[in-house]
């Protein structure tokens, strides 16, 4: 295995943690039955899907170049988190 490989498996980096742990509360609204008194388009709420899609796309992708560039790890925890956060947001529109 490269060099590098062992460092890429660090645990979470501290200044995301927030993010995280602010996902989850709204997950649990969100579960919980909580609803944001918000009407959004479907069209708006289908492009905030997609841009979850697309920070999940670029969250692998910054995993896998972390193998050779450890800083890329921060960067793929970060559209990991944003990603989550994002979903977390949409799960508590009125559907």
Do not use: N
Not at 69 to 80: G, N, P, V, Y
Request: no cysteine; net charge positive; proline share 5%.
């Amino acid at each position: 295995m490269p060099r590098t490989w062992r460092r890429s498996i660090w645990p979470i980096y501290p200044g995301i943690v927030g993010q995280y742990v602010l996902a989850m509360i709204l997950y649990a609204a969100a579960l919980s039955g909580f609803r944001l008194p918000l009407r959004v388009h479907l069209l708006v709420q289908v492009a905030l899907e997609g841009l979850v899609v697309l920070f999940l796309w670029q969250a692998v992708k910054a995993t896998r170049a972390s193998r050779r560039a450890i800083l890329r790890l921060f960067s793929a925890q970060t559209k990991l988190s944003y990603a989550l956060l994002l979903q977390a947001f949409i799960l508590l529109l009125p559907h």
